[in-house]
């Protein structure tokens, strides 16, 4: 198989934990807006107009009923296209930010099958929004005033009887989930490259935006990068949070499970979980700027031992390049500054 495509990568990295006798179980989660196709005076992007009521998106309340009400039409076909196409989706709820949404899919424990439906759901959504007049944006930050567009991933991981090994019984979960988060903490700030891969990835990221800003982790604790849901404890699993819509589901798969397996095979400690709100504080060790990020994933042994040597030289060579030809264009706001 050819080692450039994301989906191979993936491949080689399911292995891995096949290998120590694991199989992970995998939900994605989807945040996007719903925009008018016309921009606005400014040449910037714009909610929607309502078909319920003729008028333009001005507000939301999270997972409000009457927010989906004037565009149950779309929803419902984006539903219809997902069930007619073998794709898991869940229904939509609504988001923070006007004309914002989530769908989710269900969990499957073949998670390469589960990235392959995250790529076709994206592009359901995408094509029904335009069938309706409307573009459907996965960019991580279109707002900068409005929360971004996140991709969460829960995950489980299966021994080779199916028992979940992050139950043990006990509400706070099993060493191997602690393992796990540890895992996925070492090998944060070398991924984020991955969880963040464009430049308007990590407008997403500041203090008190609802995104994490450090590796902390906690239980139903929302503000933390990896979260342990409320729920039984056969349903024991980890939420990762970190990552931007705008990433590659088949990457970001794969670093998640290599983190996890990285923790489980070192047994890395993730110390205590935090409480309270644990996205006031930036790490500074976190690469939240492009180039830092692809130094760190370049030079980063770990994301290689996964992903491959000759992949991730690739990926970070194009990322540069992609950085490059995107300094190559002035900016309205040089000329309102510097002009």
């Given at each position: 198989p050819l080692m450039l495509e994301p989906r191979n990568v993936l491949a080689h990295v399911v292995k891995q934990l096949d290998d120590i006798g694991l199989k992970a179980t995998v939900a994605c989660e989807f945040e996007f807006y719903l925009l008018d196709k016309e921009m606005d005076r400014k040449g910037r992007p714009q909610p929607p107009i309502n078909p319920a009521t003729g008028a333009r998106e001005t507000a939301h309340?999270?997972?409000?009923?009457?927010?989906?009400?004037?565009?149950?039409?779309?929803l419902k076909e984006i539903d219809e296209a997902a069930a007619a196409q073998g794709v898991p989706a869940s229904g939509a709820t609504a988001e923070f930010a006007p004309g914002q949404y989530e769908i989710n899919l269900k969990h499957e424990d073949d998670v390469i099958r589960a990235g392959d439906h995250a790529v076709m759901l994206r592009h359901?959504?995408?094509?029904?929004?335009?069938?309706?007049?409307?573009?459907?944006?996965?960019?991580?930050?279109?707002?900068?005033?409005?929360?971004g567009n996140g991709m969460h991933v829960h995950c489980?991981?299966?021994?080779?009887?199916?028992?979940?090994?992050?139950?043990?019984?006990?509400?706070?979960?099993?060493?191997?989930?602690?393992?796990?988060?540890?895992?996925?903490?070492?090998?944060?700030?070398?991924?984020?490259?991955?969880?963040?891969p464009n430049l308007n990835s990590y407008r997403r990221f500041g203090p008190n935006l609802f995104v994490p800003v450090n590796g902390s982790w906690g239980y139903n604790n929302r503000s933390v990068a990896f979260r342990v849901p409320n729920g039984s404890p056969d349903s024991r699993r980890i939420e990762h949070r970190v990552t931007g819509a705008d990433?590659?589901?088949?990457?970001?798969?794969?670093?998640?499970?290599?983190g996890i397996h990285y923790g489980i095979?070192?047994?890395?400690?993730?110390?205590?979980?935090?409480?309270?709100?644990?996205?006031?504080?930036?790490?500074?060790?976190?690469?939240?700027?492009?180039?830092?990020?692809?130094?760190?994933?370049?030079?980063?042994?770990?994301?290689?031992?996964?992903?491959?040597?000759?992949?991730v030289d690739v990926y970070a060579e194009t990322k540069i390049l992609e950085y490059e030809k995107f300094q190559e264009a002035i900016s309205p706001l040089e000329y309102d500054w510097y002009l």
């Open positions: 309340e999270v997972y409000g009923i009457t927010e989906l009400d004037g565009f149950m039409g779309l359901i959504i995408g094509t029904i929004a335009r069938k309706h007049n409307f573009l459907a944006s996965f960019m991580a930050k279109p707002f900068v005033e409005q929360t489980s991981v299966l021994d080779e009887k199916g028992n979940n090994i992050f139950n043990d019984g006990t509400d706070e979960g099993s060493p191997k989930l602690r393992h796990a988060i540890g895992g996925l903490q070492a090998t944060l700030p070398d991924a984020m490259a991955i969880f963040a990433a590659n589901p088949y990457l970001v798969l794969a670093a998640i499970l290599a095979v070192n047994e890395i400690d993730p110390g205590d979980p935090a409480e309270g709100n644990a996205c006031e504080t930036v790490d500074e060790g976190l690469p939240l700027y492009l180039p830092s990020a692809l130094k760190r994933f370049r030079n980063s042994q770990v994301m290689r031992q996964y992903l491959t040597d000759r992949y």
